[in-house]
């Protein structure tokens, strides 16, 4: 191709995109703004109050997160490839559920990946179901990728999925999973996706620091990469609820 | 004539123009909006890529553009990427897929009586799934249309009459032609949108990128979206642009350089003679696309091109930005346009590039203008200017979707250049083309399974929009090449994908 020989990377720059499979590891949006940017929130209306500095949720946060609290999820792996985009998690055709409508969530479960090609044999979620009976998805690079639809990781969720394993995400997707509190996004350090299969039995562990998946089956473990302060917002159930747990904003009975 | 565009790289310039010729001139830019017409149109940013010395007395870390907005939307003097601010939004899009679950999202967490934080700030475009009789797709544009009345939204572009949708006023279309065709996007500004594609409202060289409907639901409420800085990768196009080619060989020629991933999480600024060449339509083409890199938001610097086309549709006033002579890019490539060639992306992956000229042996079944990245009034002139130069009859069905009323009215109304007056509907009528359909988001993502041209048969489709990934138009084994109008015309005329170089010139 012409322009392969065009191209020019800035030699004194990281080569970054000399391999461009990696997605920067997660940080937190919750723990890495300076405590005086919270003050702009004294700006907004009511809806939102500042926090009192001795109650910083940054603090209280932090202190409460003891190695003690683990998370362990247990189940059954189903396994994909590279580049799932958001087409074949939900198809467009049942955008029209409402996320936020309690009946409807339960039908977006019931078509999770559902788009996926006709070459995955085994069914996420058996016709005529709402639930799956796989708790861990893995997956390859860039998972989530394509729209901004938020059913996305909603409907994983709503399916009774626990967490997803991928060496990286599409990066809405990714803050969907978080804002939402639906499915812990997990990023392994090696390619699971090729040394699981659909079926085997597995176990996630979060921990703090070194979070693993134990592949029962194969008997193999593997690290994950810290899921660091999105876990503490997914563990509440999504930004509103972690927001408001943290004393960011107040209950919605208030309003 | 290349040549003598290539001599004005900005290399050459650096070492052949008064150092004052730098990077200051942008903080004037940027403040006083009268004299923005007098910039020169060289882009400040290119001239120095290296940080700058001690030597222009300035202290302060260099800010691409894209910091610059945030940083201001933030409040603040200096941000740095991978901070993460608080950032005061300017507009918020909704459409009738996400918004009735964003706005649920915002009755069931700020209260059933809450208020959103600006009426006139929400713009609420039915665009997806109109045409239907889906009951719970109509249902979704009822939801839609209580909020806004419920909550005075002003700018909300509602259809009731879905049997003509000409009978609609009101109406437009595709949410990213329309915010920019009502002037909705301005330089400088933050643009939020529950879409993905967004992100094409870069082209005016503001932050556009798209969020989720739980973001959105906090930003109906507070106005403020918690975002990371992105890291910004530079792509400079120089060159003179050949007349076969379009915006959409370019950033699909990028996606194929960089992967589905290259950009994830990061900026793509573009720049460089080749872009400053580029009409509005053609950048918002650039711009749409770079989420199938990842990206988080893509840019291109304000210019005249831009505040001609900003100041026709609305008299609120901007301040556009521009990135500094010594911001950091994590990334710099170079292409030169004059050198490339029609390309597509072959099933199932935006960035599975080839050589329109590679793929003629594939045989098609349809072809399918339309969408946010191909359905804009230029897009159907390419299209006709194809057909009637080579005044053949389409072998395929070839289907026309304008992404908005506007685009429409356009395609029946302007005449193709060159072709004796013609409207480009009446050439797409003696090239035998289906009769250009109702504004709408169409086929582009399949859809319910009653929408116009949509891929309910596994057939192969070359198509202007913007994703192919497996199902993405209806049939999960349905194949979709993506393309620009020029090669999607050309293809319609053949059966096969062809390169438009067979009909142009």
Redesign the interface.
Known sequence: ????S?????P???R??AS??R??PF????L??APA?IT??SN??P??TPPAPSSSPFVTRSAAASPQERKTFHGLCYVVGD?I?T??II???F???????PDEYQKLGSHALV????SYEDRFVEPGETKTKYSIVIGG??FG???????APVCLGAAGAKAVVAQ?Y???FF??SV??GEIYPLDSEVRVCDECSTGDVATVELREGDSVLINHTTGKEYRLKAIGDAGPVIDAG???AYARKAGMIPS?A?? | MASSVISSSPFVCKSSQPKDLGFPKSSQISVHRCQKRSISRKIVSVMA??RSSSTTGSVKTGMTMTEKILAKA??KSQVVP?????VNVDVLMTHD??G??AF??FK????E??KV?DPEKIVVIPD??IFTT?K??N??VD?MREHCREQNIKYFYDITDLGDFRANPDYKGVCHVALAQEGHCRPGEVLLG???H?CTAGAFGQFAT??????A??VL????I???VPPT?RFILDGEMPSYLQAKDLIL?II???????A??KTMEFSGTTIESLTMEERMTLCNMV?EA?G?NGVIPPDATTFNYVENRTSVPFEPVYSDGNAS????????VS???PVVAKPH?PDN?A?ARECKDVKIDRVYIGSCTGGKTEDFMAAAKLFHAAGKQVKVPTFLVPATQKVWMDVYALPVPGAGGKTYAQIFEEAGCDTPTSSSCGAC?????DTYARLNEPQVCVSTTN?N????MGH??GQIYLASPYTAAASALTGHVTDPREFLQ
């Open positions: 191709m012409a322009a392969a065009l191209r020019s990377v800035n004194t720059l990281p970054t995109l461009p499979t997605s920067p940080q937190s949006p919750f890495r703004f940017s702009s929130f907004l209306k809806l939102v580049n985009d087409d074949q198809p467009a055709e955008l029209t559920l409402v996320p936020s409508n788009g996926l090609p006709a690079e860039n990728c394509g729209s901004s639809r938020e059913h990286s599409a990066r809405i803050r969907n804002a939402t999504g930004i509103f919605a208030a309003a | 890529p290296q933030a409040e991978g901070d993460n601010i608080w897929v996400c009735p679950g649920g999202i069931r967490e700020f209260g009586k809450a934080w997806h799934y889906d719970r797709a249902r979704n939801i529950t879409d993905s967004t798209g969020i989720g409907n739980t973001d639901g906090f409420g507070t106005g403020k918690l975002l990371k990768m020629q194929g350089e960089i992967s589905v991933a290259g994830t999480y989420v990842g988080k890019f994590v990334a710099d490539y170079r292409f030169d050198k490339l060639e992956s590039r050589l993502l399949g859809g319910p399974a994703r990934f497996p199902g993405r999960k084994e």
